[in-house]
């Protein structure tokens, strides 16, 4: 069973960067037409995509989150990444990792990972 | 962009009743991409359903999609207990990906 697991620091200084991994277990990055997402939930709100990335390195993100968001992956590790710089409070949330399903772009996320909280704060 | 509204916010119901949820988009889905997750309190979503009426691998028969165009709804035809949580609505497949503010489903 494919796991996925976020790890990070949990709290980061407004104007910081948040930088995060998600590390992929018993199973490939680089399976054929994978797509891997990252998703964030304010505290007692809703979801919202923050980006995603194929596992050859294309990336796609959110245009509200683009010019902050960069995500990454490194193959050899078996991980992909997540950095978003110049945050504020309204950055604060439980952050996801997930895997788009085995139709890639076209298709829900079928993996995710248990999530981490990030704080803003000084 | 795709902007999913769900209704109604929040429901309240006895085990064993049929609930339909509804997620409406403001322009049409193509080929009808939309997903379905429930997200219990501290933990991950889990998706429920992929473009509209598939059911994801063991999820049981009693969840079901249907829909099409920008009109799609999740009916859970006899809830049990453990179907307390909030469920999402997601479209994907565009250049952005969008989540539905969620139906909260309060089992009594």
């Known amino acids: 069973q494919l796991q996925l697991q976020e790890s990070g620091p949990g709290l980061v200084k407004p104007s910081e960067t948040l930088s995060l991994t998600c590390t992929v277990s018993a199973g490939s990055i680089s399976s054929s037409n994978s797509y891997w997402g990252w998703i964030r939930q304010p505290p007692g709100q809703g979801l919202e995509w923050v980006g995603s990335?194929?596992?050859?390195?294309?990336?796609y993100y959110n245009p509200s989150l683009k010019s902050r968001v960069t995500i990454s992956v490194d193959t050899s590790k078996n991980q992909f990444s997540l950095k978003l710089n110049s945050v504020t409070a309204a950055d604060t949330a439980v952050y996801y990792c997930?895997?788009?399903?085995?139709?890639?772009?076209?298709?829900?996320?079928?993996?995710w990972g248990r999530g981490t909280l990030v704080t803003v704060s000084s | 962009e795709i902007v999913l509204t769900q209704s109604p916010g929040t429901l309240s119901l006895s085990p064993g009743e049929r609930v339909t949820l509804s997620c409406r988009a403001s322009?049409?889905?193509?080929?009808?991409?939309l997903a379905w997750y429930q997200q219990k309190p501290g933990q991950a979503p889990r998706l429920l359903i992929y473009?509209?009426?598939s059911r994801a691998a063991g999820i049981p028969d009693r969840f079901s999609g249907s829909g099409s165009g920008t009109d799609f709804s999740l009916t859970i035809s006899r809830l049990e207990p453990e179907d307390s949580a909030v469920f999402y609505c997601?479209?994907?497949?565009?250049?952005?990906?969008?989540f539905g503010p969620g139906t909260t489903v309060d089992i009594k």
């Open positions: 997930a895997r788009h399903g085995t139709s890639g772009w076209y298709d829900g996320f079928d993996y």
């Open positions: 473009d509209a009426s």
């Open positions: 997601q479209h994907y497949g565009g250049s952005v990906l969008t």
């Open positions: 990335i194929y596992y050859s390195g294309s990336s």
């Open positions: 322009q049409s889905v193509s080929s009808n991409y």
